[in-house]
Protein backbone atom coordinates (compact mmCIF):
# COMPACT_ATOMS: atom_id res chain seq x y z
CA UNK A 1 0.00 0.00 0.00
CA UNK A 2 0.94 3.47 -1.16
CA UNK A 3 0.16 6.52 1.42
CA UNK A 4 -0.02 9.75 0.17
CA UNK A 5 -0.66 13.18 1.88
CA UNK A 6 -2.15 14.83 -1.67
CA UNK A 7 -4.88 13.95 -4.22
CA UNK A 8 -1.51 14.91 -7.20
CA UNK A 9 0.04 12.12 -5.34
CA UNK A 10 -2.94 9.55 -5.37
CA UNK A 11 -3.09 9.61 -8.55
CA UNK A 12 0.70 9.24 -9.91
CA UNK A 13 0.67 6.65 -7.53
CA UNK A 14 -2.19 4.93 -8.74
CA UNK A 15 -1.43 5.55 -12.55
CA UNK A 16 2.14 3.95 -11.60
CA UNK A 17 0.67 1.03 -9.56
CA UNK A 18 -0.44 -0.48 -12.34
CA UNK A 19 -1.80 -3.23 -10.57
CA UNK A 20 -4.49 -4.01 -8.13
CA UNK A 21 -2.44 -6.06 -5.94
CA UNK A 22 -0.71 -2.59 -4.69
CA UNK A 23 -3.78 0.02 -3.16
CA UNK A 24 -3.20 3.70 -2.79
CA UNK A 25 -4.82 5.33 0.55
CA UNK A 26 -5.47 9.02 0.79
CA UNK A 27 -7.05 9.28 3.64
CA UNK A 28 -8.40 12.52 3.33
CA UNK A 29 -12.03 13.07 3.55
CA UNK A 30 -13.34 15.52 0.49
CA UNK A 31 -14.69 18.38 2.10
CA UNK A 32 -11.20 18.94 3.57
CA UNK A 33 -8.58 20.86 2.85
CA UNK A 34 -5.44 18.04 2.53
CA UNK A 35 -2.83 20.83 3.65
CA UNK A 36 -4.27 21.46 7.14
CA UNK A 37 -5.99 18.03 7.59
CA UNK A 38 -5.19 16.43 10.84
CA UNK A 39 -5.33 12.79 10.90
CA UNK A 40 -7.09 10.88 13.56
CA UNK A 41 -5.39 7.74 15.46
CA UNK A 42 -6.35 4.83 13.61
CA UNK A 43 -5.24 6.92 10.18
CA UNK A 44 -1.87 8.01 11.39
CA UNK A 45 -1.98 3.85 12.54
CA UNK A 46 -3.28 2.86 8.84
CA UNK A 47 -0.27 5.27 7.44
CA UNK A 48 2.34 3.41 9.57
CA UNK A 49 0.90 0.30 8.15
CA UNK A 50 2.07 1.25 4.68
CA UNK A 51 4.46 -0.05 2.35
CA UNK A 52 5.32 3.50 1.43
CA UNK A 53 4.58 6.83 2.53
CA UNK A 54 4.52 9.75 -0.24
CA UNK A 55 5.07 12.86 1.31
CA UNK A 56 4.42 15.90 -0.70
CA UNK A 57 7.51 18.02 0.98
CA UNK A 58 7.79 22.02 1.05
CA UNK A 59 5.82 21.22 3.89
CA UNK A 60 2.75 20.30 3.05
CA UNK A 61 0.62 18.47 5.67
CA UNK A 62 1.85 19.34 8.58
CA UNK A 63 0.56 16.17 10.84
CA UNK A 64 3.33 14.57 9.13
CA UNK A 65 5.85 16.30 11.22
CA UNK A 66 3.37 15.27 14.23
CA UNK A 67 3.41 11.61 14.43
CA UNK A 68 6.01 8.78 13.94
CA UNK A 69 6.31 7.90 10.55
CA UNK A 70 9.23 4.90 9.48
CA UNK A 71 12.04 6.96 8.28
CA UNK A 72 12.68 4.22 5.60
CA UNK A 73 9.17 4.31 4.30
CA UNK A 74 8.91 8.24 3.67
CA UNK A 75 9.35 9.38 0.52
CA UNK A 76 9.69 13.51 0.08
CA UNK A 77 8.93 13.87 -3.04
CA UNK A 78 9.84 17.53 -3.84
CA UNK A 79 13.50 16.77 -2.17
CA UNK A 80 15.12 16.91 -5.40
CA UNK A 81 14.04 20.52 -6.38
CA UNK A 82 14.07 21.92 -2.49
CA UNK A 83 16.87 24.66 -3.07
CA UNK A 84 14.15 26.13 -5.34
CA UNK A 85 11.10 26.17 -2.96
CA UNK A 86 9.12 29.62 -2.45
CA UNK A 87 9.15 31.42 1.14
CA UNK A 88 6.20 33.04 1.97
CA UNK A 89 5.77 35.45 3.64
CA UNK A 90 6.37 35.67 7.71
CA UNK A 91 4.53 35.79 10.96
CA UNK A 92 6.16 38.65 13.04
CA UNK A 93 5.17 38.03 17.05
CA UNK A 94 7.15 38.19 20.25
CA UNK A 95 6.55 36.09 23.91
CA UNK A 96 8.36 35.93 26.54
CA UNK A 97 12.25 36.20 26.66
CA UNK A 98 12.20 34.86 22.63
CA UNK A 99 11.26 38.47 21.99
CA UNK A 100 10.19 39.27 18.76
CA UNK A 101 10.71 36.79 16.30
CA UNK A 102 9.09 35.30 12.96
CA UNK A 103 8.29 31.84 11.67
CA UNK A 104 8.63 31.99 8.10
CA UNK A 105 6.22 29.37 5.66
CA UNK A 106 7.13 27.85 2.11
CA UNK A 107 4.90 27.88 -0.36
CA UNK A 108 3.31 23.94 -0.85
CA UNK A 109 1.60 23.68 -4.10
CA UNK A 110 4.29 22.28 -5.91
CA UNK A 111 2.34 20.66 -8.13
CA UNK A 112 1.27 23.34 -10.28
CA UNK A 113 4.60 23.60 -11.99
CA UNK A 114 4.23 20.90 -14.28
CA UNK A 115 7.86 20.15 -14.54
CA UNK A 116 8.16 20.07 -10.77
CA UNK A 117 5.29 17.81 -10.48
CA UNK A 118 7.01 15.68 -12.79
CA UNK A 119 9.59 15.21 -10.87
CA UNK A 120 7.34 14.14 -8.03
CA UNK A 121 6.09 11.17 -9.89
CA UNK A 122 9.62 10.22 -10.67
CA UNK A 123 10.97 10.30 -7.24
CA UNK A 124 7.62 8.65 -6.44
CA UNK A 125 8.01 5.67 -9.16
CA UNK A 126 12.02 5.38 -7.69
CA UNK A 127 10.83 5.09 -4.24
CA UNK A 128 7.56 2.84 -5.36
CA UNK A 129 10.10 0.32 -7.13
CA UNK A 130 12.97 -0.12 -4.16
CA UNK A 131 9.70 -0.76 -1.64
CA UNK A 132 7.33 -2.65 -3.56
CA UNK A 133 8.58 -5.16 -5.66
CA UNK A 134 5.38 -5.62 -6.99
CA UNK A 135 5.46 -2.34 -9.01
CA UNK A 136 8.20 -3.21 -10.82
CA UNK A 137 6.81 -4.54 -13.85
CA UNK A 138 6.13 -1.98 -16.88
CA UNK A 139 6.57 1.14 -14.25
CA UNK A 140 9.10 2.59 -16.64
CA UNK A 141 6.57 2.62 -19.22
CA UNK A 142 3.99 4.25 -17.33
CA UNK A 143 6.29 6.83 -16.11
CA UNK A 144 6.80 7.50 -19.15
CA UNK A 145 3.10 7.99 -19.79
CA UNK A 146 2.54 10.29 -16.72
CA UNK A 147 5.55 12.34 -17.74
CA UNK A 148 4.10 12.91 -20.70
CA UNK A 149 0.72 13.54 -19.72
CA UNK A 150 2.43 16.20 -17.43
CA UNK A 151 4.85 17.81 -19.94
CA UNK A 152 1.28 18.17 -21.62
CA UNK A 153 -0.10 20.23 -19.14
CA UNK A 154 3.22 22.06 -19.10
CA UNK A 155 3.13 22.92 -22.75
CA UNK A 156 -0.59 23.88 -22.71
CA UNK A 157 1.00 26.26 -19.45
CA UNK A 158 3.38 27.57 -21.10
CA UNK A 159 1.58 29.04 -23.67
CA UNK A 160 -1.05 30.59 -21.55
CA UNK A 161 1.99 32.16 -19.49
CA UNK A 162 2.68 33.87 -23.14
CA UNK A 163 -0.83 34.86 -23.63
CA UNK A 164 -1.15 36.33 -20.10
CA UNK A 165 2.00 38.35 -19.97
CA UNK A 166 1.87 41.58 -18.68
CA UNK A 167 -1.76 40.83 -17.32
CA UNK A 168 -2.27 41.01 -13.51
CA UNK A 169 -3.85 38.24 -11.88
CA UNK A 170 -5.66 37.87 -8.90
CA UNK A 171 -6.01 34.30 -6.87
CA UNK A 172 -9.24 34.01 -4.32
CA UNK A 173 -6.43 32.14 -2.22
CA UNK A 174 -2.44 32.08 -2.28
CA UNK A 175 -1.80 28.85 -3.91
CA UNK A 176 -0.67 29.69 -7.17
CA UNK A 177 3.34 30.51 -6.55
CA UNK A 178 4.48 27.85 -8.49
CA UNK A 179 2.46 28.23 -11.03
CA UNK A 180 3.16 31.97 -11.33
CA UNK A 181 6.89 31.40 -11.09
CA UNK A 182 6.98 28.43 -13.56
CA UNK A 183 4.75 30.45 -16.54
CA UNK A 184 5.54 34.07 -16.11
CA UNK A 185 2.70 35.13 -14.26
CA UNK A 186 1.52 37.95 -12.26
CA UNK A 187 -0.65 36.65 -9.63
CA UNK A 188 -1.64 38.16 -6.68
CA UNK A 189 -3.48 37.00 -3.69
CA UNK A 190 -6.40 37.54 -1.58
CA UNK A 191 -7.20 35.43 1.71
CA UNK A 192 -11.05 33.92 0.69
CA UNK A 193 -12.98 31.06 1.88
CA UNK A 194 -13.00 28.69 -0.93
CA UNK A 195 -16.52 28.25 -2.30
CA UNK A 196 -17.99 30.90 -0.11
CA UNK A 197 -19.57 34.24 -0.75
CA UNK A 198 -16.79 36.78 -0.05
CA UNK A 199 -18.14 39.50 2.40
CA UNK A 200 -18.25 43.79 1.27
CA UNK A 201 -15.02 43.93 3.25
CA UNK A 202 -12.95 41.52 0.73
CA UNK A 203 -14.88 43.16 -2.37
CA UNK A 204 -13.48 46.46 -1.07
CA UNK A 205 -9.86 44.78 -0.69
CA UNK A 206 -10.27 43.02 -4.21
CA UNK A 207 -11.23 46.92 -5.08
CA UNK A 208 -8.59 48.25 -3.76
CA UNK A 209 -6.11 45.41 -5.17
CA UNK A 210 -7.30 46.36 -8.64
CA UNK A 211 -6.69 49.99 -8.05
CA UNK A 212 -3.14 49.07 -6.81
CA UNK A 213 -2.03 46.41 -9.40
CA UNK A 214 -4.35 47.10 -12.29
CA UNK A 215 -5.33 43.65 -11.93
CA UNK A 216 -7.80 42.24 -14.96
CA UNK A 217 -8.21 38.35 -14.32
CA UNK A 218 -9.45 36.93 -10.82
CA UNK A 219 -8.98 33.04 -10.17
CA UNK A 220 -11.20 31.66 -8.06
CA UNK A 221 -9.97 28.36 -6.07
CA UNK A 222 -13.05 26.86 -6.56
CA UNK A 223 -16.77 27.34 -7.41
CA UNK A 224 -18.05 29.99 -5.85
CA UNK A 225 -22.23 31.21 -5.56
CA UNK A 226 -23.69 32.68 -8.92
CA UNK A 227 -23.55 35.90 -7.05
CA UNK A 228 -20.18 36.03 -6.70
CA UNK A 229 -18.89 35.46 -10.07
CA UNK A 230 -21.78 38.61 -11.23
CA UNK A 231 -20.39 40.76 -8.57
CA UNK A 232 -16.76 40.04 -10.05
CA UNK A 233 -18.13 40.46 -13.35
CA UNK A 234 -19.69 43.83 -12.39
CA UNK A 235 -16.46 44.99 -11.46
CA UNK A 236 -15.23 44.41 -14.44
CA UNK A 237 -12.85 41.25 -13.94
CA UNK A 238 -12.47 38.06 -16.46
CA UNK A 239 -12.83 35.04 -14.18
CA UNK A 240 -12.07 31.48 -14.13
CA UNK A 241 -12.24 28.59 -11.73
CA UNK A 242 -8.65 27.03 -11.14
CA UNK A 243 -9.47 24.68 -8.33
CA UNK A 244 -5.44 23.60 -7.26
CA UNK A 245 -6.67 19.94 -6.58
CA UNK A 246 -5.09 19.23 -3.48
CA UNK A 247 -8.04 16.95 -2.72
CA UNK A 248 -10.10 14.90 -4.99
CA UNK A 249 -12.51 16.73 -7.80
CA UNK A 250 -15.84 15.79 -7.65
CA UNK A 251 -15.54 14.77 -11.43
CA UNK A 252 -12.82 13.33 -13.61
CA UNK A 253 -9.03 13.32 -12.46
CA UNK A 254 -5.67 14.86 -12.29
CA UNK A 255 -5.62 15.20 -15.69
CA UNK A 256 -8.73 15.89 -16.98
CA UNK A 257 -9.51 18.68 -14.16
CA UNK A 258 -6.54 20.47 -15.04
CA UNK A 259 -6.75 20.23 -18.43
CA UNK A 260 -10.17 22.25 -17.51
CA UNK A 261 -8.94 24.80 -15.72
CA UNK A 262 -5.94 25.50 -18.20
CA UNK A 263 -8.95 25.78 -20.84
CA UNK A 264 -10.95 28.09 -18.83
CA UNK A 265 -7.85 30.39 -18.85
CA UNK A 266 -6.94 29.92 -22.37
CA UNK A 267 -10.37 30.83 -23.10
CA UNK A 268 -9.84 34.25 -20.48
CA UNK A 269 -6.83 34.85 -22.71
CA UNK A 270 -8.34 34.79 -25.64
CA UNK A 271 -10.99 36.82 -24.73
CA UNK A 272 -8.76 39.54 -23.08
CA UNK A 273 -6.56 39.76 -26.42
CA UNK A 274 -9.78 40.45 -28.73
CA UNK A 275 -11.40 43.17 -26.40
CA UNK B 1 24.57 -6.77 28.22
CA UNK B 2 21.27 -5.23 29.34
CA UNK B 3 23.37 -2.27 29.79
CA UNK B 4 24.17 -2.04 26.47
CA UNK B 5 20.46 -2.40 24.99
CA UNK B 6 19.62 0.23 27.25
CA UNK B 7 22.35 2.18 26.01
CA UNK B 8 21.31 1.70 22.37
CA UNK B 9 17.68 1.97 23.48
CA UNK B 10 18.17 5.60 25.17
CA UNK B 11 19.93 7.25 22.12
CA UNK B 12 17.55 5.60 19.77
CA UNK B 13 15.24 7.54 21.75
CA UNK B 14 17.30 10.43 22.02
CA UNK B 15 17.76 10.74 18.15
CA UNK B 16 14.04 10.03 17.58
CA UNK B 17 13.19 13.28 19.72
CA UNK B 18 15.96 15.22 17.83
CA UNK B 19 14.72 14.30 14.48
CA UNK B 20 11.12 14.65 15.24
CA UNK B 21 11.49 18.27 16.82
CA UNK B 22 13.72 19.28 13.98
CA UNK B 23 11.37 17.56 11.27
CA UNK B 24 8.53 19.41 13.10
CA UNK B 25 10.10 23.14 12.80
CA UNK B 26 10.26 22.91 9.40
CA UNK B 27 6.45 22.79 8.75
CA UNK B 28 4.86 25.35 7.00
CA UNK B 29 2.64 26.48 9.31
CA UNK B 30 4.88 25.35 12.65
CA UNK B 31 3.99 27.79 14.68
CA UNK B 32 7.10 28.07 17.29
CA UNK B 33 6.07 25.08 19.75
CA UNK B 34 7.22 21.45 18.65
CA UNK B 35 5.65 18.53 20.65
CA UNK B 36 7.20 15.10 20.69
CA UNK B 37 5.51 12.34 22.71
CA UNK B 38 6.82 8.52 23.54
CA UNK B 39 6.23 6.05 26.53
CA UNK B 40 9.30 4.59 28.48
CA UNK B 41 8.71 2.38 31.75
CA UNK B 42 5.12 2.39 32.08
CA UNK B 43 4.99 6.35 31.57
CA UNK B 44 3.72 8.43 28.81
CA UNK B 45 6.56 11.69 28.07
CA UNK B 46 5.55 14.52 27.09
CA UNK B 47 8.11 17.05 25.31
CA UNK B 48 7.88 20.73 24.50
CA UNK B 49 10.16 23.04 22.62
CA UNK B 50 10.02 26.25 20.55
CA UNK B 51 11.47 26.42 17.10
CA UNK B 52 14.38 28.77 19.27
CA UNK B 53 15.28 25.90 20.86
CA UNK B 54 13.93 27.31 24.37
CA UNK B 55 12.19 25.24 26.69
CA UNK B 56 8.53 26.51 27.37
CA UNK B 57 8.66 26.64 31.80
CA UNK B 58 4.39 26.57 31.63
CA UNK B 59 1.77 25.74 29.65
CA UNK B 60 -1.30 23.25 29.11
CA UNK B 61 -1.34 19.38 28.13
CA UNK B 62 -4.56 18.22 26.95
CA UNK B 63 -4.55 14.42 26.69
CA UNK B 64 -7.45 13.61 23.84
CA UNK B 65 -8.49 9.55 23.28
CA UNK B 66 -9.09 7.74 19.80
CA UNK B 67 -12.08 9.21 19.57
CA UNK B 68 -10.66 12.87 19.92
CA UNK B 69 -12.59 13.39 23.64
CA UNK B 70 -10.79 14.98 26.00
CA UNK B 71 -9.42 12.84 28.86
CA UNK B 72 -7.32 14.67 30.92
CA UNK B 73 -5.95 18.00 31.63
CA UNK B 74 -2.50 18.97 33.40
CA UNK B 75 0.20 21.26 33.22
CA UNK B 76 3.53 21.33 31.89
CA UNK B 77 6.36 20.92 34.08
CA UNK B 78 9.42 23.59 34.29
CA UNK B 79 11.68 21.73 31.97
CA UNK B 80 9.12 21.89 29.19
CA UNK B 81 8.28 18.11 30.07
CA UNK B 82 5.78 16.00 31.49
CA UNK B 83 5.08 12.74 32.21
CA UNK B 84 2.10 10.61 33.35
CA UNK B 85 1.16 7.11 33.77
CA UNK B 86 -0.42 5.19 30.50
CA UNK B 87 -3.81 2.96 31.42
CA UNK B 88 -4.97 0.72 29.73
CA UNK B 89 -7.45 2.43 27.83
CA UNK B 90 -4.60 4.73 26.32
CA UNK B 91 -2.54 1.70 25.72
CA UNK B 92 -5.43 0.38 23.44
CA UNK B 93 -6.77 3.49 21.92
CA UNK B 94 -3.70 5.57 21.60
CA UNK B 95 -3.65 9.12 22.46
CA UNK B 96 -3.73 12.82 20.93
CA UNK B 97 -1.60 15.10 23.09
CA UNK B 98 -1.74 19.19 22.40
CA UNK B 99 0.24 21.45 24.27
CA UNK B 100 -0.51 24.81 24.63
CA UNK B 101 2.49 27.29 25.59
CA UNK B 102 0.35 30.29 25.41
CA UNK B 103 0.84 33.16 22.38
CA UNK B 104 -0.79 31.52 19.50
CA UNK B 105 2.38 28.36 20.34
CA UNK B 106 0.13 25.01 20.51
CA UNK B 107 1.27 22.06 18.81
CA UNK B 108 0.10 18.32 19.38
CA UNK B 109 1.64 14.51 18.91
CA UNK B 110 -0.53 11.39 17.64
CA UNK B 111 0.63 8.33 19.60
CA UNK B 112 -0.52 4.95 17.93
CA UNK B 113 -0.94 1.82 19.94
CA UNK B 114 1.42 0.81 18.14
CA UNK B 115 4.07 3.60 18.98
CA UNK B 116 2.56 3.23 22.88
CA UNK B 117 3.62 -0.77 22.07
CA UNK B 118 7.04 -0.51 20.95
CA UNK B 119 7.74 2.11 23.91
CA UNK B 120 6.87 -0.23 25.92
CA UNK B 121 9.13 -3.37 24.22
CA UNK B 122 11.71 -0.89 24.16
CA UNK B 123 12.14 0.02 28.06
CA UNK B 124 10.99 -3.75 29.03
New interface residues.
Given amino acids: MVATVNYPLAYFAERLAGTEQVSVLFPVPADRDP ?2 W ?5 D ?2 EI ?1 SADLIALNG ?3 A ?7 LP ?1 ARLVDTSELFAETLIE ?1 ES ?1 T ?1 S ?4 GE ?1 S ?1 T ?2 A ?1 FTWLDFEQAATQARSLATAMERRIPAVAVGLHARLADLEADLMALDAEAEDIGTALSGVTLVATHPRYQYFARAYGLEIVSLDWDAGAMPEDAQWQALSDLMSGTGAEVLIWEAAPPEEAMVRAADLGLAQAVFPPLANRPAEGDFLTAMRASLDALGVLALELATD | MTQTFEHLARGFRAL ?1 IA ?2 LG ?2 A ?7 L ?2 FAFVENGEVVVEAR ?3 G ?1 VPTEGTVRIYD ?1 A ?1 ILVATMALSEDGALRFPLTGAARE ?4 IEVDA ?4 R ?9 IAAGLDASG
Fill in positions: AFRPTIAISQAGFDWVARASRTIHHGADHHGTS | LLAFASGAHAHGNVFSSRDDSGLRGSGHDYWLLTPAD
